[in-house]
């Protein structure tokens, strides 16, 4: 079974600018989180999706961050414009459903903004 | 606000000793808590689920308890191995089914 698949691994960007980071999920998998983990620290979500549809939403900064999940698959998750306490990684998620299950996770994208 | 507390001091133990790390969590009453493993560079690894209604739960190795009343999970590796040395995540059940992750606990396992 393939796991999780993010892309780019690692990005560097300057303040300002806009960036992308793409997620492919477990097939079959209903549910897709999108995380933030800062350095020492634990993974904090960002935006749940139930197929299409949102979930949760509440800690992302929706004034610069942007997600969206076509067909229920695929996902992307933008930020523009980036800030310097952007710098983080993000990790990719999903789950068979929203019903207590485990979560596997993608290896995560690495953001450096200078 | 709902706040998970996890050692951040690294653990150190000798191999074949028992691990054992805590995870408290104040402000609310999870249905569920999960724990799971994070090496460098990676993401995190589902290790073990344990629901309000369970007392303790084993898997190989690894036992999770969960004690609702003091509203902590402790988590322990027994026989350890240097394979097992990595930063091990507390997760306990927040609203809508999403989940709070501590900062997680490092351990490092020494030959």
């Known amino acids: 079974e393939a796991g999780v698949a993010q892309s780019p691994r690692y990005k560097i960007i300057e303040k300002r600018q806009s960036v992308a980071f793409w997620c492919n999920p477990i097939s079959g998998h209903a549910t897709l989180y999108w995380y933030q983990q800062i350095l020492g620290q634990g993974p904090k979500l960002l935006i749940q999706?139930?197929?299409?549809?949102?979930?949760?939403d509440s800690q992302l900064p929706k004034d610069r961050f942007s997600a969206e999940r076509l067909k229920g698959v695929d996902s992307t998750l933008k930020i523009q414009p980036a800030k310097l306490e952007d710098s983080a990684v993000y990790l990719c998620a999903s789950s068979l459903d929203l019903e207590g299950r485990e979560q596997y996770f993608g290896p995560g994208t690495r953001l450096t903004v200078t | 606000s709902q706040k998970i507390e996890q050692n951040s001091e690294a653990l150190n133990i000798q191999e074949g000793k028992t691990a054992t790390l805590t995870c408290n969590y104040t402000?609310?009453?999870?249905?569920?808590l999960q724990w799971y493993r994070q090496d460098p560079g990676r993401g995190p690894v589902f290790l073990l689920l344990?629901?309000?209604?369970?007392k303790e739960k084993r898997k190989e190795r690894l036992k999770v308890t969960f004690d609702t009343t003091l509203k902590q999970s402790l988590f322990h590796i027994t026989a350890s191995q240097p394979a097992d040395s990595a930063t091990y995540l507390c997760?306990?059940?927040?609203?809508?089914?999403?989940?709070?992750f501590g900062a997680g606990t490092r351990l490092a396992v020494h030959p």
């Open positions: 402000n609310y009453s999870p249905a569920y």
């Open positions: 997760a306990p059940r927040g609203g809508y089914n999403k989940l709070i």
């Open positions: 344990i629901r309000e209604n369970e």
């Open positions: 999706f139930q197929n299409n549809g949102v979930v949760d």
